[in-house]
């Protein structure tokens, strides 16, 4: 028997993303799956800008974007010839220094993080099976199946079940997976397209047989089409495979512009689902990605959600297994990202159900409605909204069990504090100088939380104190915790100091009077604190991350202002 302290089964993105977050803490894991390799399909295809901002925050952001394709938007084509426009690249109300969405396909995404897994010595245990597990004290005991028919028993401290729509994990914990099987039927091909479909841009099309997308892959005009239509119009078999001539057949019936299909990589089909789990944790058991929450591909949410998912936990197990965290901490994991999937089902279901809805009503409005109506798509507060969504980088945590906000005093005449990012708010970017950082985000990279001391806009604190209690705080939690003074002096420069000389990052964060912010490692607040009062940063701090390593740091960071 092996100990472990953390057994992941499925080596999907999700499995891989969780993998590659907990070597950075030094943690014993093992990732298994069943399959004998990794798959060569490129299946998810859109990385959205808050999986790019994770990419960034690990290092792997330059490969990804050189192996990708960048999305510019969206077009929407009508059938009386009305086409509307939604643009993505530099859509500045994001707040992002990625605002865009990034065809990266799967199994490139699948590689990309294999090659960090690896390279940090970790690596997927391919042909391996998990057959089942029980609960034993202090955590789980698995049973492993390898492809040469051995068992192998493995107890770990937790079991993180990526292993997707039919998991195994999901199963034999006992969690249910509710929801249902829609009746219309998602063809879909990668192929090259021949016809006037502009290299860089979604295509959406609407009809009343049903509708077709057709997202822009890297190579010359290669396209991945996908289709949702009546099951009366599929190839017979309960889940089809199209051919290319009966996949080009399909898309006839539905684009109002010609396109000649060729040089098909890869043709599937399936039956779209809609299901989740209404608890992420059981005991020791945990579950991520697919595993927890499937859906339509609409608004290409499902790989970006799972790895979320993963960033998502990955700290927080770390606290735990280190000691610095009780293990009520991983109950916040469930609390957090339950209502993101259920608001993901939600909102992709509405889009999949104007696509697939029945009835000559459904068909009228897709046919004569949407052409209608489709210049809405080109105004900007549609566009926002829409942009907002599809980016996730607009999701919150507000009601979380570990968002908190500690506020004494008055706001000064130049910001208020509510104006700032609230805790449970993913941070904004924002530009900023320090020693090799330009902005807010770069300062923020690793797996350490980080503390935010502005000096305020309206009576500043003096910044030598702050930079004193700054390193304080930062020697009294080194291994898991980056201290930054912001401040409007730009003469200011050294190791933990932010300039910002026109306030912009002050006026964005409702740093009127001194103020700080606690950034979580997945780049959310977690808590908001006025004033800058020593007693009160070491009490939030210790409710996280335990004693400071250094016992003089209590009475040393008290003493400082």
Not at 403 to 432: C, F, H
Request: net charge positive.
């Amino acid at each position: 028997m092996t100990d472990v302290e953390v057994l992941i089964a499925g080596a999907g993105p999700t499995g891989l993303m969780l993998a590659v977050c907990l070597e950075r803490y030094g943690l014993r894991t093992r990732l298994v799956d069943r399959l004998e390799g990794p798959s060569p399909l490129s299946r998810a295809i859109v990385v959205q800008s808050r999986t790019l901002e994770v990419f960034d925050d690990l290092g792997l952001i330059e490969a990804a974007l050189a192996r990708g394709l960048r999305m510019e938007g969206v077009k929407v084509l009508a059938h009386n010839g009305r086409q509307a426009h939604l643009r993505f690249g530099g859509f500045a109300g994001l707040e992002s220094h990625y605002p865009f969405a990034l065809i990266h396909p799967q199994d490139a995404t699948e590689a990309l993080l294999t090659e960090r897994l690896t390279a940090r010595g970790g690596r997927v245990e391919w042909g391996v099976e998990l057959e089942g597990h029980r609960a034993v004290e202090g955590g789980v005991e698995a049973t492993l199946r390898h492809a040469d028919g051995r068992q192998e028993t493995v107890r770990t401290r937790w079991l993180v079940g990526c292993d997707g729509a039919r998991s195994q994990v999901r199963k034999a914990a006992g969690i249910p997976f509710e929801g249902e099987t829609y009746e219309d039927v998602c063809m879909l091909g990668d192929v090259r397209v021949d016809g006037e479909l502009a290299p860089g841009e979604l295509y959406i099309m609407p009809s009343e047989n049903g509708v077709m997308a057709a997202f822009p892959m890297p190579g010359e005009a290669r396209f991945r089409v996908i289709t949702i239509v009546p099951r009366d119009m599929a190839p017979p078999g309960e889940t089809p495979t199209p051919t290319l001539e009966q996949l080009q057949e399909v898309v006839n019936r539905l684009a109002p512009v010609p396109l000649r299909l060729n040089d098909a990589r890869w043709t599937s089909g399936y039956r779209l689902h809609r299901r989740g789990v209404p608890r992420y944790r059981e005991g020791r058991v945990l579950l991520a990605g697919d595993a927890a929450h499937i859906h339509s591909p609409a608004g290409g949410q499902g790989m970006n959600t799972g790895i979320q998912d993963a960033y998502n936990l990955a700290w927080k197990l770390a606290l735990v297994l280190r000691g610095r965290a009780p293990e009520s901490l991983v109950e916040s994991y469930g609390a957090e990202r339950e209502p993101v999937g259920r608001k993901l089902l939600e909102g992709t279901d509405r889009l999949f159900g104007f696509a697939a809805a029945k009835g000559p009503l459904a068909r009228f409005m897709r046919k004569r409605v949407v052409p209608l109506v489709a210049p809405i798509v080109s105004l900007p507060l549609f566009q926002r909204r829409v942009v907002r969504f599809v980016s996730q980088l607009y999701l919150r945590y507000r009601h979380s069990p570990v968002s908190s906000e500690t506020v004494r005093g008055s706001d000064g005449a130049s910001a208020r504090l509510e104006e700032g990012p609230a805790p449970g708010e993913r941070v904004p970017e924002i530009s900023l100088r320090g020693e090799g950082i330009t902005r807010l985000h770069e300062a923020l990279r690793g797996p350490r939380f980080a503390l935010l001391l502005f000096q305020g806009l309206d009576s500043p604190e003096p910044f030598e104190e702050l930079l004193r209690l700054a390193r304080s705080l930062e020697a009294g939690y080194s291994e898991w915790l980056r201290v930054w003074v912001v401040t409007l002096e730009a003469r200011r420069s050294g190791p933990g100091v932010l300039v910002d000389p026109k306030g912009q990052a002050h006026h964005r964060f409702g740093a009127g009077t001194p103020c700080a912010y606690l950034v979580r490692p997945d780049k959310y607040v977690g808590s908001r604190l006025r004033p800058v009062e020593p007693s009160m940063l070491l009490k939030e701090l210790r409710s996280r991350l335990g004693a400071p390593v250094a016992p003089s740091v209590s009475a040393e960071a008290s003493a400082t202002l």
